[in-house]
Structures are given as C-alpha cells and as structure tokens.
C-alpha cells in the first residue's frame, strides 16, 4: 500500500487532501508544527521543518512513497511584512524535506507546490508554465526559490521532484485573511445577527483565477500518480473571478440588507495582479485532470462552512 506523508497536514489544503488520499486507499502520514494531528487515525509528528535532522528523523521513521510539501507561510501579506521566518520556512523547510528523502526515501516522489507569485505583477491575461517567472513580493521569492532549488536537486541528483505553481484557492475550511473567506465569514456573522449589517472590504476591481480547494488537491494527486519529474504544472481553473461579482453573490446569500463599506486598511500594501489566469492546458493534457466544481458551489459551499462555524 502507498504511503503518503503530507506536511503541513494541519492546513486548509492538508485537510482536503487528506479525505481525496484516504478515499484512494492510500495509508497517510503526516507532520507539522502543531502538537497532535486533526485526525487521531493518522501517523502524525510534530515537527520543525526548518530542522533537517528532525525532518530526516521522520522521514526515515515513516518512510513515504510520496511527499506532498504543503507546509509553508501561505499569506503573502505575512511574508512581506516579517520575511526571514518565510524565507526559513518556506526555503529550508523544503530543502530540508528534499534532503531527508535523498538521503532515505531516494527512490520516493515529492510534490513541491509553489504560487501564482512567482509570475510578473505586471502579467495579464492567460498565462503559461513556459512564462519566466519574475516575483516582486518575498512570498513569490521564497516559492520560485524553493521551485530553482527542486529543480537542481532533479538535475544533478535524479530525483523525483514534481512541481506546482498554484494559483488562489478557496472553499470550506479556509483562513478567514484570505478574502472570500473573509467575506463570507462577515457575512454569515451579519446574517446569524452578531455583527452590523456592513462588510468591510478593500479593492474589488481586481479579477482573480479562484479554484475549489478540492479540485486543487486533485490535481496534486494527479501530478503526483501521471505528471512527470521535473516538470512544473499551473494548478487553477483557467478564467477569472471578479472581486466584486464574489462580493454580490455572497452578499446574496443573506437576508439582510447590507452595506458595503470600503477600508484602506484592507487593501494589501503589496500589489497584487489586476487581471490574470494561469493556463491549465499541460496539466490537464498530461495527466486527465479537469475542475468538478462550480464556483458557486464553491462560494455556496464556504458560505455554509462559516454558518455552522459562527454557529457552534
């Protein structure tokens, strides 16, 4: 039987990746910083990835046949405003992961998934793995660092090393920093009648390639079971979202009557691109992937997720 070790099991990701694992018989072990694991039926250590002989400990404990490096500084807001623990985490931690399976595991596969960040801020329109990536912010740095790093480790080493460049995901079980999860949290804490009928927003001019969470960890799986070593996949869903048509169909979602109030605050002091998808034609050519999930039943799907939780 396959084992699976993902870090950062923990994660919004980490969860979703964990139920469509399990679903394909595969036995998952996991690692991260916190104390105990989510679920009690997995083999969990708590471990600093950033510490390459406790990360090679594990390694060598668990013994995985594949990797999936999940475990990251994820907001690039975070990144940008203390960058040594991301340049840390983010670059170490996977130099770490990809020495301990050199050193046990050499013949094992690993995922390492990278960010949309990696490409220019300027970038609009469709784009490309063939595109030069050109980050302008530390969490966009850390990512294409960690992919340049991956990469000499293929080359020189002949490892297994299998690469994304994920673009914005969302879905039920996210962070409420990232912004639909954000709106939809206000929203249901309006609608249970907890809060003022206003949600604070930022720039809503901005067109964005949202994927579900779920179909993202498919395509990680995908990559994982038919993508190629070496190889770096867009994972995203090929079109644009606009900001302001997500803030409309949540605000839709509710009874109340409720305004919108727009904060300084909100906008991230580091840019972000105005109008970009990635193009999702490679990972779908080499290895059958395609989205099962509707945005809306994305949206419908996070909206209902904050309910219960504001709820409990």
Request: aromatic share 8%; charged share 25%.
């Amino acid at each position: 039987m396959t084992i699976a070790l993902i870090s950062g099991i923990n994660g919004f990701v980490g969860h979703h990746l964990v139920d469509l694992l399990m679903k394909q018989g595969k036995t998952i072990v996991g690692i991260g910083i916190e104390a105990t694991c989510f679920r009690d039926d997995i083999g969990y250590e708590m471990v600093d990835i950033t510490d390459s002989d406790s990360v090679a400990q594990s390694i060598e404990r668990m013994r995985p046949d594949e990797i999936y490096h999940l475990a990251a500084i994820s907001f690039p807001a975070e990144a940008d405003r203390t960058p040594r623990p991301a340049l840390a985490i983010n670059i170490t931690g996977t130099i770490s992961m990809i020495d301990a399976m050199k050193r046990f595991m050499p013949r094992s596969k690993i995922l390492v998934v990278g960010s949309s960040k990696e490409y220019d801020i300027d970038a609009e329109g469709l784009i490309s793995e063939t595109s030069l990536p050109n980050p302008t912010n530390f969490y966009g740095i850390t990512k294409y660092a960690t992919e340049l790093i991956g990469m000499q480790y293929f080359r020189q080493y002949g490892l297994d090393i299998r690469f994304t460049r994920s673009f914005n995901h969302t879905g039920p079980g996210q962070s409420h920093l990232f912004v639909c999860s954000d709106w939809a949290r206000q929203i249901a804490s309006i609608e249970q009648g907890l809060t003022p009928p206003e949600i604070h927003v930022g720039d809503c001019n901005i067109e964005i390639d949202f994927s579900d969470v779920r179909d993202v960890v498919s395509g990680y799986a995908a990559i994982m079971e038919k993508g190629l070593p070496g190889e770096v996949y867009n994972v995203c869903s090929g079109s644009m979202q606009k900001l302001s048509n997500i803030l409309h169909y949540l605000i839709g979602k509710s009874t109340k009557k409720i305004e919108i109030v727009r904060q300084e605050k909100k906008i991230r002091e580091v840019k972000t691109y105005k109008k970009l998808a990635g193009d999702n034609s490679k990972l779908k050519q080499q290895t059958g992937w395609a989205p099962q999930f509707s945005f809306e039943k994305t949206l419908d799907d996070l909206f209902e997720y904050w309910m219960h939780q504001i709820g409990k």
